[in-house]
T-cell receptor, first 110, second 116 residues
Framework: DQQVKQNSPSLSVQEGRISILNCDYT??????FLWYKKYPAEGPTFLIS?????DKNEDGRFTVFLNKSAKHLSLHIVPSQPGDSAVYFC?????????FGAGTRLTVKP | GAGVSQSPRYKVAKRGQDVALRCDPI?????LFWYQQALGQGPEFLTY????????KSGLPSDRFFAERPEGSVSTLKIQRTQQEDSAVYLC??????????????FGPGTRLTVT
């Protein structure tokens, strides 16, 4: 069962513009959400997280927004840089296991 | 400091063979996780250790999959009688505290298993 969904397999953005990656979840028991970034042949790297008691968390160019009523979260990257090109995974947890979305491949064009 | 390391990085096995995948977590990390990532998918949870105790193995797909962490540091994921559907990247992650997603997990590079 897909409890975490990333419906856009890919996204292409021009350098300097905003990248918005979306994620939906179905399990209302999730209470902590994370975004991971993955380069080829490497493991996922933690990027930013948000607790369910918050609706926004910002870290430099990265901001995660959480809409609990819609069971939706998004990652905003602004301004986007070519080095941001990678696969981004949304993840959610509420107990011992972490559920991941299928990932969105972001390409930032110079 | 060193990150999470996994070995081998690549493994080709003939159907029916047994394989053992190793994970060296970050020193001092209490929690250790194994994930299976099929092509084009996100990582899927397999099992979780807190020190040497395997607290959750609900994600292991069959009884051919077995994981251990006998001394609370290095972990081994063993797959017996491998099948083609076992072909995937196996990711290991560790976290400094007990509990799970409340502290970010640090991933190793993965072992790509191909069963022919």
């Amino acid at each position: 069962d897909q409890q975490v969904k990333q419906n856009s397999p890919s996204l292409s953005v021009q350098e300097g513009r905003i990248s918005i990656l979306n994620c939906d979840y179905t399990n209302s028991m999730f209470d902590y959400f994370l975004w991971y970034k993955k380069y080829p042949a490497e493991g996922p790297t933690f990027l930013i997280s948000i607790s369910s008691i918050k609706d926004k968390n910002e870290d430099g160019r990265f901001t995660v927004f959480l809409n609990k009523s819609a069971k939706h979260l998004s990652l905003h990257i602004v301004p986007s840089q070519p080095g941001d090109s990678a696969v981004y995974f949304c993840a959610a947890t509420g107990n011992n296991d972490m559920r991941f979305g299928a990932g969105t491949r972001l390409t930032v064009k110079p | 400091g060193a990150g999470v390391s996994q070995s081998p990085r690549y493994k080709v096995a003939k159907r029916g063979q047994d394989v053992a995948l190793r994970c060296d977590p970050i020193s001092g990390h209490v929690s250790l996780f194994w994930y299976q990532q099929a092509l084009g998918q996100g990582p899927e949870f397999l099992t979780y250790f807190q020190n040497e105790a395997q607290l959750d193995k609900s994600g292991l797909p069959s009884d051919r999959f077995f994981a251990e962490r006998p001394e609370g540091s290095v972990s081994t994921l063993k797959i017996q009688r491998t099948q083609q559907e076992d072909s995937a990247v196996y990711l290991c992650a560790s976290s400094r505290d007990s509990g799970t997603g409340y502290h970010e997990q640090y991933f190793g590079p993965g072992t790509r298993l191909t069963v022919t």
